[in-house]
T-cell receptor, first 113, second 113 residues
Framework: AQSVAQPEDQVNVAEGNPLTVKCTYS??????LFWYVQYPNRGLQFLLK??????LVKGSYGFEAEFNKSQTSFHLKKPSALVSDSALYFC???????????FGPGTRLSVLP | SAVISQKPSRDICQRGTSLTIQCQVD?????MFWYRQQPGQSLTLIAT?????????ESGFVIDKFPISRPNLTFSTLTVSNMSPEDSSIYLC??????????FGPGTRLLVL
């Protein structure tokens, strides 16, 4: 069965600094990996995904993520954080043979002015 | 991506009552999903709803408690039956697209007293 870990409950970063939100996964076969963001009192918004191809994927709002198969990781990154990036971030995995997603526990990002 | 709306956006209910949550999509989709997000927690899949067939429930969720309807390719309902305070959560519907991604509605925030 697939699983997702986000080892940090909370990440604090100063505005303008680079940010990283970590995600590791476990799945049989080649994974489909996703990042979503949840702003207060909102649903989840899709940021980016890795299915195949280039290990570095770019997504919405200047975010990118790097797929590392040997480390089974899919860390979310942004070169310069904005206060408006403060939100709850979820990593998710789907095995290529099914439709169900498994979500990580979430990481709360706080960008301090 | 599909535009998804949910009704109601929030509700406060008395224990023992039932609430039906509606999910409307602006395009025809094959797969719709219902998730629960308990306070401070990640998302847990309740069931998958495909048009023309019975919903498929995940372990720990049963049809008597969470009956689902899927009358057409743009609409689904989830009923939370005989509610208790433990049912207080955000309930989210999502749809799957042909490119493997799931897109989420804004959620229904339920408080059971």
């Amino acid at each position: 069965a697939q699983s997702v870990a986000q080892p940090e409950d909370q990440v604090n970063v100063a505005e303008g600094n680079p940010l990283t939100v970590k995600c590791t996964y476990s799945v049989s076969g080649n994974p489909y990996l996703f990042w979503y963001v949840q702003y207060p009192n909102r649903g989840l918004q899709f940021l980016l995904k890795y299915i195949t191809g280039d290990n570095l994927v770019k997504g919405s709002y200047g975010f990118e993520a790097e797929f590392n198969k040997s480390q089974t990781s899919f860390h979310l990154k942004k070169p310069s954080a904005l206060v408006s990036d403060s939100a709850l971030y979820f990593c998710a995995v789907r095995d290529p043979y099914g439709q169900n997603f498994v979500f990580g526990p979430g990481t709360r990002l706080s960008v301090l002015p | 991506s599909a535009v998804i709306s949910q009704k109601p956006s929030r509700d406060i209910c008395q224990r023992g009552t039932s609430l039906t949550i509606q999910c409307q999509v602006d395009s025809q989709v094959t797969m719709m999903f219902w998730y629960r997000q308990q306070p401070g927690q990640s998302l847990t899949l309740i069931a998958t709803a495909n048009q023309g067939s019975e919903a498929t429930y995940e372990s720990g969720f049963v049809i008597d408690k969470f009956p689902i309807s899927r009358p057409n390719l743009t609409f689904s309902t989830l009923t939370v039956s005989n509610m208790s305070p433990e049912d207080s959560s955000i309930y989210l519907c999502s749809v799957g697209d042909t490119k493997e991604t799931q897109y989420f509605g804004p959620g229904t925030r339920l408080l059971v007293l």
